[in-house]
């Protein structure tokens, strides 16, 4: 109960700050963009109150006191104006909003209700597809903010700083601590969020587009977005007299493991992954930077394309959800810095001469704020990161098309037919428009498509060119967001077209044939994702993390396998030696050199006692995984005559050995 209320408090909190500065925005999008104010503030003041006090209860009621620091401020600078009135417009709009948003709502609260380490009947704790791999990284993340101090270490590479962006794992921290279950925390975090990502693009849906029912459709062609390779399903093979038919693929893609029609690398090169399965819900970088994302869009878009200029209380607004974005996911930070240079350099250049100055004026508060607040991050955590490691930033052409960068695997514009589908077609078409010849200046749709394609096709040339990350599907973070500002204009191109077909009488089915070539592939990935369900941590393993949990210290360091399911760092939130290469690799980690050390302690420990005095060792701890990896050649009965056996789960099972204090001098 406590977790909620200091949330509510938070919520409120921002909701009273937008009032009090941006009265005369209309009051649904103010209100949406106060709850997000209030996420951020959740997110970053008890991070920042943990440098001095830990990540502690201290640091919470310290960041609460500084929200009524901002609330007052806010009061004392506020806009006086009358606040815009709720009137039908409104009404429509929130019906709208609605419909769009609480569907997908409800069934993102289902989702992250099942794969957020769900309690089974049985006692184990079971997820989903798109879980299985990602969601103990941010349980370990999550658990191990806890007391903790900063800046934050990575609890899964014992000696390094924790760059990888976790404020949407800290949030979550600070609802466990305020009293929710685990479980729940990230269930309630990532639905919550989840929604207000639903409600910031529907509302930029329905600024940027020119009819209600395009909103609609832009809204539902991103979050249920698939392409044609439901017709891999379809289509039924023969192999001499083995015949595979359509009712066998559609079986498959409900049982199977990733045999979905968005998310098949082989045999089909599918790489466009539907959000909501495979982004929203596992990974919850892009969740929380979509979270800050949204509102940015909607503070700095609009306005630009109906030629409003920025107030300075909405350019400091936009500033700090820019300039918050670093460590919450800095993909979309990036994608944000993109298009907003893009559309710069396209308000400056169309500016009438001598009024460029004056143009570029907003852009320069705008980014001073911004950069001000994501510099430290960036510098401190992010090229540090970066830097360290050799495979990060690299030439690499067509994305996830470019396997190994050795080549084209489809032919260029297939590749992204049959991944984005029809909606691809739409924005190319969109962009094809012209001014008409009788027409004297550029009529303001035409003007809003060019420059919102001069940012988003900057995002895609740079997502198109060089790599990120060690993994190249990585880069869809960036596309996505080129996507999301793409969509309005196609579909409005889309209606305009059905609109044009208003005599045809088959117009209706050419609809119905539309709507099937772009929502077949992502109904069937929901689908599967729905009734997907793996066991990730056995009874003995929430036995094991429950006993380090009460009877071991806060941050203490446990010598493990680099097993990815594993309850000593992700359920108890420990520190370990060395993690799975699923997690630290792609973050830019070389474990070699740790693992082989780890593997020569496990197969000699007598020989090897030293690790455990350079590395300050603990505990160690030895389950299944230890002695079925070959990697290990562990010997038990070697930790047993050296180290006290202090907790053993049933049958042996789980095992953890106390070093003594005597090892580690």
């Known amino acids: 109960m406590l977790s909620i209320v200091y949330l509510m408090l938070f919520l409120s909190g921002g909701a009273v ?33 943990a440098y001095a006090v830990r990540f502690s209860y201290a640091a919470h009621w310290l960041a609460l006191g500084t929200l009524a620091l901002l609330v007052g401020a806010a009061w004392l600078w506020r806009d ?27 069934l993102s609260g ?39 101090s900063f800046p934050l270490e990575n609890s899964l590479m014992l000696g390094a700083t924790m760059a990888y962006p976790y404020l949407s794992d800290s949030i979550a921290t600070s609802m466990l601590m305020l009293g929710m279950p685990l479980n729940t925390a990230m269930a309630f975090t990532g639905t919550m969020m989840m929604a207000l990502v639903y409600a910031g693009y529907g509302l930029l849906a329905m600024q940027l587009c020119r009819r209600r029912g395009a909103a609609a ?139 460029r100055r004056e143009a570029f004026r907003p852009w320069l508060l705008y980014g001073t704020v911004a950069a001000a607040l994501s510099l430290p991050q960036l510098i401190a955590f992010t090229f540090v990161q970066a830097t360290g490691s050799d495979h990060f930033l690299s030439v690499w052409f067509n994305w996830a098309n470019n ?57 895609y040339a740079v997502a198109e060119v060089f790599k990120f990350q060690p993994n190249e599907y990585d880069n869809n973070k960036l596309f996505y967001v080129w996507f999301l500002l793409c969509l309005p204009m196609a579909a409005d191109y889309a209606m305009e077209a059905f609109r044009r077909l208003g005599g045809l009488p088959g117009r209706r089915v050419i609809a119905g044939l539309f709507l099937v070539c772009c929502f077949t592939s992502s109904t069937l990935t929901v689908a599967r994702e729905c009734v997907s369900d793996y066991q990730a941590y056995g009874a003995a393993d929430i036995e094991t993390a429950e006993f380090v949990l009460e009877n071991t210290p806060e941050h203490s360091i446990f010598l493990t396998g680099n097993q990815h399911l594993n309850p000593v760092s992700s359920l108890a939130g420990r520190t370990i030696l060395c993690s799975s290469d699923l997690y630290l690799y792609y973050h830019g980690f070389n474990t070699t050199e740790r693992q082989a050390e780890i593997a020569a302690f496990y197969a000699n420990p007598a020989a090897n006692l030293d690790l455990l005095r350079e590395y300050q ?45 005597a090892y580690r001098q």
């Open 17 to 49: 700050i937008a009032r009090l500065l941006l009265p005369r925005l209309k009051p649904v999008l103010r209100v949406y963009l106060g709850l997000s104010l209030g996420v951020l503030l959740l997110m970053w003041l008890p991070v920042l109150w």
């Open 80 to 106: 006086r104006r009358s606040p815009a009135p709720f009137d039908e417009a409104e009404k429509r709009t929130l019906r709208l909003l609605l419909i769009c948003v609480v569907p997908l709502t409800v």
């Open 110 to 148: 289902y989702l992250q209700y099942t794969h957020s380490i769900r309690l089974a009947a049985d006692g184990t704790y079971h997820v989903g597809q798109s879980t299985y791999g990602d969601l103990s990284l941010h349980l370990a993340v999550c658990t191990s903010i806890v007391n903790a």
């Open 217 to 355: 459709l832009a809204f539902f062609l991103l979050f249920l977005n698939g392409g044609l390779g439901f017709f891999y399903t379809l289509d039924a093979t023969v192999n001499g007299y083995e015949v595979t038919s359509m009712w066998d693929n559609l079986a498959n893609v409900m049982q199977g493991y990733y045999q979905t029609p968005t998310n098949q690398p082989d045999p089909h090169n599918l790489r466009w992954v539907n959000i909501i399965c495979d982004m929203l819900v596992p990974q919850r970088g892009i969740l929380g930077g979509w979270t800050l994302l949204m509102p940015a869009l909607n503070l700095l878009v609009p306005p630009l394309c109906r030629r409003e200029k920025h107030g300075a209380r909405e350019l400091i607004l936009l500033g700090l959800f820019a300039g918050g974005l670093p460590l919450a996911h800095t993909h979309s930070y990036l994608a944000l810095a993109l298009f907003s240079a893009g559309a710069c350099a396209y308000c400056v250049s169309t500016a009438p001469r001598g009024s």
């Open 403 to 459: 396997r190994g960068n050795r080549g084209l695997v489809d032919n260029y514009l297939w590749f992204y037919l049959k991944n984005v589908g029809a909606p691809y077609v739409l924005i190319l078409l969109a962009l094809c428009r012209r001014k008409p010849k009788d027409a004297p200046a550029v009529p303001d749709d035409l003007r809003q498509i060019r420059l919102i394609a001069c940012g988003a096709f900057l995002i």
């Open 617 to 661: 060792v603990e505990y160690i701890y030895v389950s299944p995984y230890e002695r079925a990896n070959a990697q290990y050649a562990l010997n038990e009965a070697a930790l047993e005559a050296l180290f006290p056996v202090i907790y053993e789960s049933a049958g042996g099972q789980n095992r953890i050995f106390e070093v003594p204090e």
